[in-house]
C-alpha cells in the first residue's frame, strides 16, 4: 500500500478518520479544520460497483450491532400512486369534511399551512404555470386517479428546482428495459405519462423521461409507514443498499420520514451492507416472486439457496405420502417462475418426489384459510393453529404469522391486561414468545421490530407470572429476583431494538412504555436488594 496523504495540506499521513476509516490527516488540527467539509462524507462505507449487483455499499471498518450507518432525508417523496385523497402537505387522510383547497392551485389539503408547505410546491406550481385552471377533487371516499401523478411531478420539479437533487435521482436504477414487459409500463404511460403531458401541457418532458421517473419510484421507492396512510420516499445513498433475505442492517423511520439505517449484527471491514426489500417472514417462493415482479431480479442470497432457511424450514409442508411424517422442500429452490411448472419438492426422510404444483395446491388452500381467519380473536389463532399445524412444518411461515398474532393477543382480549389472562395462555404466550424469537433469531435477526416487540411481550409475562407465583407463596425473595432479573434482560434489549422507532408507530409507543417499565422494575429490584441484601445487577 502506498503512501497516506492528509486530506487538507496533502502530505504523508498516518493519522486515519475513526468515523469512516477511509480519510487521513497528518494531525488533529487538520482533521477539525476540514470536519466542516468531511462531515458529510464521513460514513463507515464506501461505494463500490460490479457487472452483478452495480453499485453497493462495502463497509470500511468493523461495525458493531447498532451502530448507525447512514440518516438522510429524501430525495422527494410523495402519495403512493393509489391513494384516496390525502393532504399534499402532511399526507393525512382527507374527508369532505375536514379538506380544504390550496387557494393557488385548488388541491386538497387539510390547512393552511400544509398549502404552504414546501412539499406541496411541485404539483402546486406546475398546476399554475401550465394547467390554466385549477385542480378540482370532490370525491374522498375511494382512491383518486389524479394522485396517481403527484410524486411522478414531484420528481420531475427537481430538475429546474434542485439539480444536484434531480442528478442523484437520475443515477438511480429504472429498470425500464425490464419495465417495458410488464403491465404496469403500459398503465404508467396511460395514467402517468400521457396524463400529465396533457392535463399540466408538460411537453418539455418526453414520455421516455417520465416513464424513466415512474421506474425509479418504483424500484427505489420506500413505503414510509409514519403516516396514515403511508407514503412514497426516495433516499440517496440508501438506495445503494443491496437487498438479501438475511440482511445485516435494518431501517427506521424518523417521524419527518427521514430514514435511519443501523446494522443488526457485526459487520466486518469489507463486508457488503445490505437490507431486505421484501417481507423478509414470507416464505422463500413468495420473496423471490416479490422481488421479481417489483425489483426485477430473482434473488439468489444465501437464504434463499439454502431450501431449508439455515435450518429453519421456515417454507416446509409435511411430507404428501402418508403415513411418512417428514417434511417436504423443493429440489431447487432457485428455480424462476418459467421453471415452476417442472419443479419437484422431495421428502427428506422418505425421499418421495412430488411435482410443485401439488405443494402449491396445500399452501393455496391454507392461505385461503388465513385471509378468511378472525383478526384480533386469540381463539380464532388457536382454531387455525390446531387444524394446520398437521400440514405444515411447525416453523412454516402461515403458522408463524399466527403465532406472532397470537402471542400479542394475550392480554389484549382482557379489560386488566396480562393479570385478566388464565395461567394457561400465559404459559402458552410465554412458550410462544421463546419460540418465535428463536425462530427470528437464526433466520433473520435483522427485524428488529419483530424481535423488539415479542421481547417486550414476554418480560411483561415472565414479570407476570413472578407475580402470581410470588402472591401465592411459591416463590422466595431470591427466585422473584431472577425471575424479575430476566424480565428486565428482555426489556432492556427490546428498548434497545426499538428506540429509533417515531412514537406514531406501535413500535416506538412500546418503546416509550419500554422504558417506563424499566424505571418501575429497576424500582422493584432496589427495593428486593434492599431486603435480601444481595445485588441486583
Same mark, same amino acid.
Request: glycine residues 6%; proline residues 5%.
Given at each position: 500500500?502506498?503512501? !497516506?496523504?492528509?486530506?487538507?495540506?496533502?502530505?504523508?499521513?498516518?493519522?486515519?478518520?475513526?468515523?469512516?476509516?477511509?480519510? /487521513?490527516?497528518?494531525?488533529?488540527?487538520?482533521?477539525?479544520?476540514?470536519?466542516?467539509?468531511?462531515?458529510?462524507?464521513?460514513?463507515?462505507?464506501?461505494?463500490?460497483?460490479?457487472?452483478?449487483?452495480?453499485?453497493?455499499?462495502?463497509?470500511?471498518?468493523?461495525?458493531?450491532?447498532? !451502530?448507525?450507518?447512514?440518516?438522510?432525508?429524501?430525495?422527494?417523496?410523495?402519495?403512493?400512486?393509489?391513494?384516496?385523497?390525502?393532504?399534499?402537505?402532511?399526507?393525512?387522510?382527507?374527508?369532505?369534511?375536514?379538506?380544504?383547497?390550496?387557494?393557488?392551485?385548488?388541491?386538497?389539503?387539510?390547512?393552511?399551512?400544509?398549502?404552504?408547505?414546501?412539499?406541496?410546491?411541485?404539483?402546486?406550481?406546475?398546476?399554475?404555470?401550465?394547467?390554466?385552471?385549477?385542480?378540482?377533487?370532490?370525491?374522498?371516499?375511494?382512491?383518486?386517479?389524479?394522485?396517481?401523478?403527484?410524486?411522478? +411531478?414531484?420528481?420531475?420539479?427537481?430538475?429546474?428546482?434542485?439539480?444536484?437533487?434531480? !442528478?442523484?435521482?437520475?443515477?438511480?436504477?429504472?429498470?425500464?428495459? @425490464?419495465?417495458?414487459?410488464?403491465?404496469? /409500463?403500459?398503465?404508467?404511460?396511460?395514467?402517468?405519462?400521457?396524463?400529465?403531458?396533457?392535463?399540466?401541457?408538460?411537453? @418539455?418532458?418526453?414520455?421516455?423521461?417520465?416513464?424513466?421517473?415512474?421506474?425509479?419510484?418504483?424500484?427505489?421507492?420506500?413505503?414510509?409507514?409514519?403516516?396514515? $396512510?403511508?407514503?412514497?420516499?426516495?433516499?440517496?445513498?440508501?438506495? &445503494?443498499?443491496?437487498?438479501?433475505?438475511?440482511?445485516?442492517?435494518?431501517?427506521?423511520?424518523?417521524?419527518?420520514?427521514?430514514?435511519?439505517?443501523?446494522?443488526?449484527? $457485526?459487520?466486518?471491514?469489507?463486508?457488503?451492507?445490505?437490507?431486505?426489500?421484501?417481507?423478509?417472514?414470507?416464505?422463500?417462493?413468495?420473496?423471490?416472486?416479490?422481488?421479481?415482479?417489483?425489483?426485477? %431480479?430473482?434473488?439468489?442470497?444465501?437464504?434463499?439457496?439454502?431450501?431449508?432457511? %439455515?435450518?429453519?424450514?421456515?417454507?416446509?409442508?409435511?411430507?404428501?405420502?402418508?403415513?411418512?411424517?417428514?417434511?417436504?422442500?423443493?429440489?431447487?429452490?432457485?428455480? @424462476?417462475?418459467?421453471?415452476?411448472?417442472?419443479?419437484?419438492?422431495?421428502?427428506?426422510?422418505?425421499?418421495?418426489?412430488?411435482?410443485?404444483?401439488?405443494?402449491?395446491?396445500?399452501?393455496?388452500?391454507?392461505?385461503?384459510?388465513?385471509?378468511?381467519?378472525?383478526?384480533?380473536?386469540?381463539?380464532?389463532?388457536?382454531?387455525?393453529?390446531?387444524?394446520?399445524?398437521?400440514?405444515?412444518?411447525?416453523?412454516?411461515?402461515? &403458522?408463524?404469522?399466527?403465532?406472532?398474532?397470537?402471542?400479542?393477543?394475550?392480554?389484549?382480549?382482557?379489560?386488566?391486561? +396480562?393479570?385478566?389472562?388464565?395461567?394457561?395462555?400465559?404459559?402458552?404466550?410465554?412458550?410462544?414468545?421463546?419460540?418465535? &424469537?428463536?425462530?427470528?433469531?437464526? +433466520?433473520?435477526?435483522?427485524?428488529?421490530?419483530?424481535?423488539?416487540?415479542?421481547? %417486550?411481550?414476554?418480560?411483561?409475562?415472565?414479570? !407476570?407470572?413472578?407475580?402470581?407465583?410470588?402472591?401465592?407463596?411459591?416463590?422466595?425473595?431470591?427466585?422473584?429476583?431472577?425471575?424479575?432479573?430476566?424480565?428486565?434482560?428482555?426489556?432492556?434489549?427490546?428498548?434497545?431494538?426499538?428506540?429509533?422507532?417515531?412514537?406514531?408507530?406501535?413500535?416506538?409507543?412500546?418503546?416509550?412504555?419500554?422504558?417506563?417499565?424499566?424505571?418501575?422494575?429497576?424500582?422493584? &429490584?432496589?427495593?428486593?436488594?434492599?431486603?435480601?441484601?444481595?445485588? $441486583?445487577?
Amino acid at each position: 500500500m502506498g503512501a !497516506e496523504t492528509c486530506a487538507v495540506c496533502r502530505q504523508p499521513a498516518q493519522q486515519r478518520c475513526g468515523g469512516c476509516h477511509v480519510t /487521513y490527516y497528518c494531525c488533529r488540527d487538520h482533521q477539525r479544520l476540514d470536519w466542516k467539509g468531511h462531515r458529510d462524507r464521513c460514513k463507515p462505507f464506501k461505494v463500490a460497483e460490479n457487472k452483478i449487483l452495480g453499485r453497493h455499499l462495502i463497509a470500511t471498518r468493523d461495525l458493531k450491532v447498532g !451502530e448507525i450507518i447512514l440518516q438522510e432525508l429524501p430525495l422527494v417523496a410523495g402519495p403512493s400512486q393509489v391513494t384516496p385523497p390525502v393532504c399534499l402537505g402532511c399526507y393525512r387522510l382527507l374527508t369532505e369534511q375536514n379538506a380544504k383547497t390550496c387557494a393557488e392551485c385548488g388541491w386538497p389539503v387539510c390547512s393552511e399551512v400544509c398549502a404552504h408547505a414546501t412539499a406541496h410546491c411541485a404539483e402546486c406550481s406546475f398546476t399554475k404555470l401550465h394547467k390554466g385552471s385549477k385542480v378540482t377533487v370532490r370525491n374522498f371516499q375511494q382512491p383518486h386517479p389524479i394522485y396517481q401523478c403527484v410524486t411522478a +411531478l414531484r420528481c420531475l420539479y427537481l430538475r429546474d428546482s434542485n439539480p444536484v437533487a434531480w !442528478e442523484r435521482l437520475q443515477s438511480l436504477e429504472s429498470h425500464c428495459a @425490464e419495465r417495458k414487459k410488464t403491465p404496469r /409500463y403500459e398503465e404508467d404511460r396511460v395514467t402517468v405519462a400521457q396524463f400529465v403531458r396533457r392535463f399540466f401541457c408538460l411537453q @418539455e418532458f418526453s414520455e421516455d423521461d417520465i416513464l424513466r421517473v415512474c421506474g425509479i419510484l418504483q424500484v427505489n421507492g420506500h413505503e414510509v409507514p409514519v403516516t396514515e $396512510p403511508a407514503h412514497v420516499a426516495v433516499y440517496d445513498q440508501a438506495s &445503494l443498499l443491496e437487498h438479501s433475505c438475511r440482511p445485516n442492517c435494518a431501517k427506521s423511520f424518523t417521524s419527518e420520514g427521514g430514514l435511519i439505517v443501523r446494522t443488526m449484527e $457485526p459487520v466486518l471491514k469489507g463486508q457488503h451492507l445490505s437490507i431486505c426489500y421484501t417481507d423478509a417472514l414470507w416464505g422463500t417462493a413468495n420473496r423471490r416472486h416479490h422481488l421479481a415482479e417489483t425489483k426485477f %431480479f430473482w434473488c439468489r442470497c444465501t437464504r434463499c439457496a439454502d431450501p431449508t432457511e %439455515f435450518g429453519t424450514h421456515f417454507s416446509a409442508i409435511r411430507c404428501l405420502e402418508k403415513p411418512c411424517e417428514g417434511f417436504m422442500l423443493p429440489e431447487n429452490s432457485l428455480s @424462476e417462475e418459467r421453471e415452476l411448472e417442472k419443479a419437484s419438492w422431495r421428502c427428506a426422510r422418505c425421499s418421495a418426489l412430488v411435482p410443485a404444483r401439488q405443494v402449491l395446491g396445500v399452501l393455496e388452500r391454507v392461505g385461503v384459510a388465513l385471509t378468511s381467519m378472525q383478526k384480533g380473536d386469540p381463539r380464532a389463532c388457536e382454531r387455525f393453529l390446531s387444524q394446520f399445524a398437521p400440514e405444515l412444518h411447525p416453523n412454516h411461515y402461515y &403458522l408463524t404469522d399466527v403465532r406472532l398474532a397470537l402471542a400479542q393477543l394475550y392480554g389484549q382480549d382482557s379489560d386488566v391486561g +396480562l393479570p385478566g389472562v388464565s395461567d394457561h395462555d400465559l404459559t402458552e404466550k410465554i412458550s410462544l414468545c421463546r419460540q418465535l &424469537l428463536s425462530l427470528v433469531n437464526a +433466520l433473520v435477526p435483522a427485524e428488529h421490530r419483530v424481535r423488539g416487540v415479542l421481547m %417486550f411481550e414476554l418480560h411483561a409475562a415472565v414479570a !407476570e407470572v413472578a407475580r402470581r407465583a410470588s402472591n401465592k407463596g411459591r416463590l422466595d425473595p431470591l427466585a422473584l429476583r431472577d425471575s424479575l432479573l430476566e424480565s428486565k434482560r428482555l426489556l432492556t434489549e427490546a428498548s434497545f431494538l426499538l428506540n429509533h422507532e417515531p412514537e406514531i408507530l406501535p413500535e416506538g409507543k412500546i418503546a416509550l412504555q419500554a422504558k417506563r417499565n424499566l424505571v418501575d422494575l429497576n424500582a422493584l &429490584l432496589q427495593n428486593i436488594h434492599t431486603t435480601i441484601g444481595d445485588s $441486583p445487577l
